[in-house]
């Protein structure tokens, strides 16, 4: 059968288009300055189930709400004085913050499994800016089938799902996820490592509560936490072969992802820049997986500033599957 999808232009039409489709309680993928979500009505069940059919994920792993600012926000969560100061610093921009979840706000239970928390995220990229205030708040995971490679670009999202809509902007400026916070109190606790740098945010909000890993990689929920916040998941960011990680040289079968002196097959960055890498970590994994090689593996990579949003991905797209 052949693909009903459809690729809508980023322009006041397509987005116009985009929202209708979000009012009727559709399915559109979406960019944002991370990766491309797949968004649907925060308070729409049947839109929200909609998402958890289309990417096969598990419901107890809850999704994302985007919100337009922080006064809208406020009406889905509670804030303190603490998630004041790091809305103020840090968004709109790649920052997700877990916050308690204010009692009869118009969300559907789908997004916080179940949680009483919700994490809220305010993006930077105008075409997500523009549906959220549009339509309102959209929950939105990254546009691929559960567990597997994110999408960056608008072909990485129609090779992942089928029949879906996509505005098509472009490749993602960031191109890994959101950094994800619970703020609890006067503290703060990373839960996910991601494109705002560990660093700048203990520089506004003092060190978290609970000290980081030494490895700086994002918390495992198999601590006993369980899963409270999306990209929680041992095994997560997959690509179909296995992926093995500290590599300086390549087997013969395994495609190579390099990174400052180690060349590969491609690289994340010749120059050894973290942003950079981190812009092109998602690209070349779906390199790496449509080259036939039997395995991936990947140079080091410091962890340091954005370098702990890289090595928790591959930590995860490298961790046995479940």
């Not at 944002?32 to 994920?57: C, F, H, N, Q, S």
């Not at 009483?116 to 546009?143: K, N, Y």
């Not at 072969?241 to 040289?249: M, W």
Request: glycine share 10%.
């Amino acid at each position: 059968m052949a693909s009903k999808s459809r690729i809508l232009l980023p322009d006041a039409a397509g987005i116009a288009a985009a929202a209708d489709v979000l009012r009727a309680r559709g399915l559109v993928a979406v960019p944002t300055e991370t990766v491309y979500g797949l968004a649907a009505r925060a308070d729409d069940g049947a839109a929200v189930a909609g998402i958890y059919a289309a990417k096969g994920r598990p419901s107890f792993n809850p999704l994302i709400v985007h919100v337009a600012n922080v006064a809208q926000a406020e009406t889905l969560a509670i804030f303190s004085p603490l998630a004041h100061t790091l809305a103020e610093k840090f968004l709109p921009g790649p920052l997700t913050l877990v916050l308690p979840f204010r009692a009869g706000a118009p969300v559907a239970s789908l997004v916080t499994a179940g949680l009483e928390t919700i994490a809220l995220r305010c993006p930077a990229h105008p075409v997500m800016q523009a549906l959220v205030r549009s339509v309102g708040p959209l929950a939105a995971p990254s546009a691929n089938a559960s567990g597997r490679i994110s999408p960056t670009r608008a072909e990485h999202v129609l090779a992942s799902l089928a029949d879906v809509l996509v505005i098509d902007a472009g490749p993602c400026a960031a191109g890994v996820e959101s950094t994800i916070v619970a703020v609890e109190g006067t503290g703060w606790r990373l839960l996910r490592a991601g494109a705002v740098a560990v660093e700048a945010i203990v520089a506004v909000a003092g060190e978290p509560l609970t000290p980081l890993a030494a490895s700086g990689e994002s918390p495992s929920p198999a601590g006993g936490e369980g899963i409270v916040a999306p990209g929680m998941m041992a095994s997560h960011y997959a690509p179909q072969q296995p992926v093995r990680l500290e590599a300086v040289t390549a087997g013969p079968d395994e495609y190579h992802i390099g990174f400052g002196p180690v060349a590969g097959d491609a690289t994340l960055s010749a120059s050894g820049d973290l942003t950079e890498a981190a812009a092109r970590l998602f690209d070349l994994l779906h390199v790496a997986q449509a080259s036939g090689r039997a395995g991936i593996a990947v140079a080091p990579v410091p962890r340091h500033g954005l370098g702990l949003a890289i090595n928790d991905r591959l930590a995860r797209a490298a961790a046995p599957r479940g």
